[in-house]
Structures are given as structure tokens and as C-alpha cells.
């Protein structure tokens, strides 16, 4: 029997029609082995980490999904990447993005690895997070 995890992520965009770029990485969870439960309302705030004169539009969503996080982490950056998401080398250099998609919670795993945290570091240091996941529980 398939285990399935309930999974909590975290989606913003502040570059061209944000809303859209968020809903098509949206639909686009269901061609992963992901299954979207919830959805939360689009939440608009300033940069977070770093100055941009382009405001961010952030949603967070529930679901769930056989994956284990590493798996799911590589689907949702091939998500990111399909809708023009550029990655250069330093991971913390914050930047303007089309697309921006975080694990926030999986089940109660906590993980701690170069490549992944579970749960997101800074999760409950941003509005843009915790505000919209409160609309999920």
C-alpha cells in the first residue's frame, strides 16, 4: 500500500501576471503524483530578503502525495523551470522570480539536508506564509 503525505506549499511570483504564473504551477502539481486539497486566497506583499521595487503574490496550498521530498522537490523545481524560473548558483542570493514554489510542511517529517529543510527555515518569519496557511487548517 502507497503511503501518502500531506504536504503544505508555499507558491509566489513578482514578475509579469503573477497570478497566472502561480496558477499554472498550480495545475500543474497534478501531473506529479500531487493532489491539491486546499487553496489559499492570493496574498500580495513586499520582497522578503532583499529590495524590489515589484511587489509579490504569494498563495500557499495543502495537498497530498506518495512522493517522498527529495522526489518532490525535483518535480516542483522542473515546474518552476517549465515556467521560466532561472536558477543560478547561490541558492540565498534573493531575486525577482516568475515562479517560486517551497515544501512548508510535509506530514511531520523534519529533515535538515544541504539541499532541503523540512519545515521551511523561515516559515513563521513571513507574512506571506503563515497568514494564507492559517486559511488551510
Avoid at 11 to 39: H, P, T, W, Y
Avoid at 82 to 108: A, H, P, Q, V
Wanted: aromatic content about 12%.
Amino acid at each position: 500500500m502507497e503511503l501518502i503525505h500531506t504536504v503544505f506549499l508555499a507558491l509566489g511570483s513578482n514578475l509579469g501576471d503573477r497570478e497566472i504564473q502561480i496558477n499554472m504551477a498550480v495545475s500543474q502539481l497534478n501531473s506529479i503524483n500531487f493532489k491539491v486539497d486546499k487553496v489559499s486566497d492570493f496574498f500580495y506583499s513586499a520582497a522578503w530578503g532583499y529590495q524590489s521595487a515589484n511587489e509579490f503574490c504569494n498563495l500557499c496550498l495543502k495537498g497530498s502525495t506518495s512522493l517522498d521530498p527529495i522526489n518532490l522537490l525535483e518535480h516542483l523545481k522542473t515546474i518552476e523551470i517549465n515556467l521560466g524560473r532561472k536558477y543560478e548558483s547561490s541558492r540565498m542570493d534573493y531575486k525577482d522570480r516568475l515562479i517560486d514554489i517551497d515544501i512548508i510542511f510535509f506530514g511531520n517529517l523534519v529533515l535538515n539536508t544541504p539541499e532541503l529543510s523540512i519545515p521551511h527555515p523561515y516559515w513563521n518569519q513571513r507574512n506571506f506564509v503563515y497568514r494564507p496557511l492559517l486559511q488551510l487548517l
